[in-house]
């Protein structure tokens, strides 16, 4: 089994930060790429950033230098640093691992709970 908890979510005022971390436990051999997705209400969920396992990334146009993804591998977690924050950006966050739990295994594809970020004007 994987379990995957997410945190970091809250309430903050325009132009503030929030850091979300997801990490991973249970049988993990390794892990591929990571990833942050959202969903605001009423809207498709759309990829935020990515990170490969050589620590390539990659981020939407609407947070390109104002989010940072980041991963810690012997840790098996991933983090979001989100800057200059705008009402925009209001949203549920989920974390999303390409994970192999074996070395012959394929990877499965995991996703995180979500959490919660509010951004008010």
């Known amino acids: 089994q994987v379990q995957l908890a997410e945190s970091g979510g809250g309430l903050v005022q325009a132009g503030g930060s929030l850091r979300l971390s997801c990490a991973a436990s249970g049988s993990i051999f390794r892990i591929d790429a990571m990833r942050w997705h959202r969903q605001a209400t009423g809207k498709q969920r759309e990829l935020v950033a990515v990170i490969t396992s050589g620590g390539s990334t990659n981020y939407a146009d609407s947070v390109k230098g104002r989010f940072t993804i980041s991963r810690d591998n012997a840790k098996n977690t991933v983090y979001l640093q989100m800057n200059s924050l705008k009402p925009e950006d209001t949203a549920v966050y989920y974390c999303?691992?390409?994970?192999?739990?074996?070395?012959?295994?394929?990877?499965?594809?995991?996703w995180g709970q979500g959490t919660q970020v509010t951004v008010s004007s």
């Open positions: 999303n691992l390409d994970l192999r739990r074996t070395s012959w295994g394929l990877p499965g594809n995991y």
